[in-house]
């Protein structure tokens, strides 16, 4: 009878640990934070039509000063995790904050760096709806006209 007790008891224990680790799955995956994205296409006719937009630049100083967009607002702050990183991007939040205009932020790459300054502004008020991320990054940027040297 104390085995059946037993058995019975790890079984409930097993059941139990695998539906609580089925929900957090679902929660995690439900859950997952979306992020707004802008083509290099999207960009590339936004800043020929003069659109009201910001680009803000968060490459490595040595990064940027070998290519970035025209326009962009250089932050240095990839890949904006530390407090340091953060704190360069706070120099560019009064630009931020002076208008409504569409934010797309650069990073190398298109990828971590950029959700966390999104993440970063979100937390200083900055609008999740005006934020985007430019897909690829300045990695993935084709329109070499549209560079500064």
């Not at 530390?82 to 797309?104: F, G, Y």
């Not at 990073?107 to 999740?128: F, H, M, Q, R, V």
Request: some cysteine; proline content about 5%.
């Amino acid at each position: 009878m104390k085995k059946i007790l037993l058995l019975c008891s790890m079984l409930l224990v097993v059941t139990l640990s695998l539906v609580g680790c089925g929900s957090k799955d679902k929660e995690s995956a439900e859950g997952e934070k979306k992020y707004n994205y802008y083509t290099a296409d999207q960009l590339k006719e936004a800043i020929e039509s003069k659109k009201d937009i910001t680009l803000v630049d968060i490459q490595p100083k040595e990064d940027y000063d070998k290519h970035h967009i025209e326009g962009t607002i250089p932050t240095y702050a990839y890949p904006a995790e530390k407090d340091e990183e953060k704190a360069k991007i706070d120099t560019v939040l009064p630009k931020l904050e002076e208008n409504d205009n569409p934010i797309i932020v650069v990073c190398p790459g298109g990828g971590s760096g950029a959700k966390n300054t999104i993440n970063y502004l979100e937390s200083k008020g900055i609008k999740s709806d005006r934020m985007f991320i430019l897909e690829k990054g300045q990695k993935g940027w084709p329109y070499r006209e549209l560079l500064e040297k």
